[in-house]
Structure formats: C-alpha cells, structure tokens
C-alpha cells in the first residue's frame, strides 16, 4: 500500500517539534512572522524573479531540466524515493546491517567519555545522512517538476514558482540545516553527563561501555533520538516535492470532474 502524504504545515513542521521536544531548539515563534521572516531570505534580484514567474501566463515546458524516458506514476517515483531513504536512516541504526559504506554505519563509541571528540563521529555520521537526503530529494524533485508540469498549464507555473524559490533559498536552508549536528550535540553531552552524574550518585567506578548500547541506556537512548531527528529532517526536506504532489492530484482531480 502507497504510504499517505504527509501534508505541508506552514505553522510548524514534524522537525521543529522534534528538536523542541529534545530541548535542543526554543519553540518556534508564532505563525504570523512567517512571511516577514521569508521575506528576509528574499533579495532584491530574487523578488525581481519571483514576480516575473508569477505574472507569467505561461512557461514552456523547454524550459525544464530533459528526462530521457517515463520514470512512472508520479506517487511512484516519491514512495521509492523516500522509502529508500527512510531505509538508509533505520538500517544504519541496526547492528550488522552489512552495509560497505562505513560513514552510514552508527559509530561505536568508547571511552573516556570525557573526551571533547567523542561526538564527533556521529557528527559525520549525521553529515553523511544529510548529503544522502540532499542528494536524493533533489533528484526526485527535479522528476516530480517534469511530470507535474505536463499536467495543465497552470501546474507549469506552479513547477516554475517552486525551481525557482529552490534556488534563492537552498543556500539559506542548507546553513539552517547544516546546524542540526550541533544541535544533537547538546543533547549528546546533557544525556553524557547525566549518566556520569548518576555513576557518581551511586558511587561506582566500573563503568562498561558495551552496556552504553543496552535498551535504555544513555547511548541507546541517544541513538534512537537522532534517528527520530533525522527522520524528521528527512520529512521536511520532502515538503515542498508534497507540496507538487498535492497541487498535481488536485488538478487532475479537478480535470476528471
């Protein structure tokens, strides 16, 4: 069965709340400074081509990146897409998951636990994650822009607003996201520390770091709430390919009636 979309929220998203459920991020300010915070990522040369796009009548579909052959149902092509991805984030949290690309396998960690580098193998590890998920929901933007914009003339538009807000904002957004190892971070030391309080607490000294990965044990319990970071990154990232998915089912549904 197609997984069900998961539709496009302009108050909040699945990532912020996650990140503010973790305490690593202040709650998100209110929905109303949206197109005032927007508008700060906009210059002055992006508004001019903002609105050329918009008043346009028409874009021909030339324009558009060439796709050799038919890649299928346009729900086809985001389900593969972003099922692969949800794959790579899941099975890399399994131990011996046979995977050859050792960026993508979750790090072992040792001790000293009050070592300042012990983050940062999963730094890299959250890094190559993120330039898997560029580099997929890219390409299954680029399919979904072809397919949607043989749909009417009015989705051409539509294919045209959203190539185009992708370029003014992928470099802001790729900065904002980029933040998100460091983020994770912090809860990585609170939890670190809280686990070296309670040794101290309990006055035990033979500390083990193969229990670190024991259900619910620090470590544990950290790795699985950067899986539940990065399945959230994944989700915002693929908003605005729902966004083409939702505006595309619309309009065929409205041209079926």
């Given at each position: ?17 996650t ?36 008043n ?26 972003r099922?692969?991805?949800e ?40 890094q ?7 580099t ?29 807000f ?44 193969d ?36 505006a ?9 009636v």
């Amino acid at each position: 069965m197609t997984r069900a979309l998961t539709r496009t929220n302009l108050h909040s998203s699945l990532l912020i709340r996650t990140l503010a459920d973790l305490s690593v991020l202040q709650t998100a300010e209110p929905a109303a400074a949206f197109g005032e915070r927007l508008g700060l990522w906009i210059g002055f040369t992006d508004a001019i081509a903002l609105t050329s796009v918009h008043n346009s009548i028409a874009v021909e579909a030339a324009a558009l990146p060439d796709q050799s052959g038919d890649d299928g149902p346009l729900d086809v092509i985001f389900a593969k897409m972003r099922s692969q991805l949800e794959n790579t984030i899941t099975k890399s949290h399994a131990p011996n998951t046979g995977r050859t690309r050792a960026e993508l396998t979750l790090p072992k960690l040792e001790g000293p636990l009050d070592d300042v580098r012990a983050y940062a193998t999963f730094r890299r590890y959250h890094q190559a994650h993120q330039r898997d998920m560029e580099t997929g929901v890219r390409s299954v933007r680029v399919k979904l822009r072809h397919g949607v914009a043989r749909a009417s003339p009015r989705l051409r538009q539509l294919v045209a607003l959203d190539a185009t807000f992708d370029g003014i904002l992928v470099e802001c957004e790729g900065r904002l996201l980029a933040t998100l190892p460091s983020l994770l971070e912090k809860r990585f030391n609170y939890l670190r520390k809280a686990y070296q309080q309670a040794l101290t607490d309990t006055q035990r000294s033979n500390d083990n770091p193969d229990l670190w990965m024991k259900p619910g044990a620090w470590l544990a319990r950290f790795c699985a709430e950067l899986q539940t970071v990065l399945l959230a990154e994944l989700d915002f990232r693929l908003q605005p390919a729902v966004g083409l998915l939702e505006a595309f089912h619309h309009e065929t549904t409205l041209q079926a009636v």
